[in-house]
């Protein structure tokens, strides 16, 4: 079953409430991993670290699932990083999406993983596992993110070491970037570690945070509610023990009507 369609041929009949947009390059790291990028309604506004609902027309009706834009607010082009689950009812269609077919996206973004549920420390940690990078992808490409605070760690945790490479590209593509790399080089640390193939830096984000050796490794004090702010994104899993982790260490969170140390997103497709 086909079912893409190209943009121009879709726009007459898009559904209520949704934007049809047009791809405008994707790239393949993995077996399991993509990004692409699109076109940007010139009405649409975000804040960095929002999700949005992203669609494709499957038999006749549009099928959505949340995507965190992985793009900063300021930047002309969405982009988003997505699994690829080989009989997921979205991604199995939306992986084979090319340049110039059409994806739907709802008109209102929104979510907790915002510099404003956060009161001001030095220290903000991002921590992320697999596709949980995408919000963080848009945060650390945000001037706003480097005038609230000191130093911006921002972790990365993949099965695969081929995983990171998303990670990478965007970190370097951050520190040589002509509006925010400035910032990115004072401020910016990128923490990558993988979890079933050899890397010089292994284990699960939250073993590395009980038995210490994230913060050995960064050369920082262990977490302190005083100083340290948390953002978290990835699996079920991974955001319910690393939020306990954090609550262990006294931080509390917050949202948006409620700004406090730290805050928890869920951003994953199927
Ligand atoms: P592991 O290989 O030990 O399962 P996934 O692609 O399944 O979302 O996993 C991405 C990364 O998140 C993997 O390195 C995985 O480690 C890790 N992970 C899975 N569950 C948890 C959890 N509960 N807490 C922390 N990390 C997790």
Not at 120 to 138: D, H, N, Q
Request: hydrophobic share 40%; with cysteine; glycine share 8%.
């Amino acid at each position: 079953m086909n079912v893409l369609a190209k943009a121009a041929d879709l726009e007459a009949d898009a559904p209520a409430g949704a934007f049809v947009q047009e791809v405008t390059s994707v790239q393949h790291y993995t077996d399991r991993l993509f990004r692409f990028r699109m076109t940007r309604p010139a009405s649409f506004r975000f804040r960095s670290g929002e999700f949005v609902m992203i669609g494709l027309m499957i038999d006749g009706k549009p099928l959505y699932r949340a995507y965190s834009i992985a793009s900063p607010s300021w930047d002309e082009e969405l982009e988003f990083f997505s699994i690829k689950v080989p009989d997921g009812p979205l991604t199995q269609h939306l992986q084979k999406i090319q340049p110039g077919d059409a994806v739907l996206m709802k008109k209102k973004p929104t979510g907790t993983l915002v510099n404003d549920a956060l009161i001001p420390g030095k220290r903000v940690y991002m921590f992320s596992t697999g596709t949980g990078i995408a919000p963080f992808a848009s945060l650390i490409r945000d001037p706003d993110t480097y005038e609230k605070f000191d130093q911006v760690i921002l972790t990365h945790t993949c099965r695969e070491v081929a995983e990171l490479k998303y990670g990478l590209d965007l970190v370097e593509e951050t520190r040589n970037d002509p509006l925010i790399g400035e910032y990115a080089r004072e401020k910016l640390v990128h923490y990558t570690s993988v979890t079933r193939e050899d890397y010089p830096f292994k284990g699960r984000i939250t073993d590395l945070i009980e038995n210490g050796k994230l913060f050995t490794d960064l050369g920082v004090p262990p977490l302190d509610p005083a100083i340290d702010r948390g953002m978290i994104c990835g699996s079920m899993e991974m955001l319910r023990d690393t939020k306990a982790l954090l609550e262990k260490a006294g931080l509390t969170e917050g949202a948006n009507n409620k700004p406090a140390e730290f805050v928890v997103e869920r951003a994953f497709v199927g």
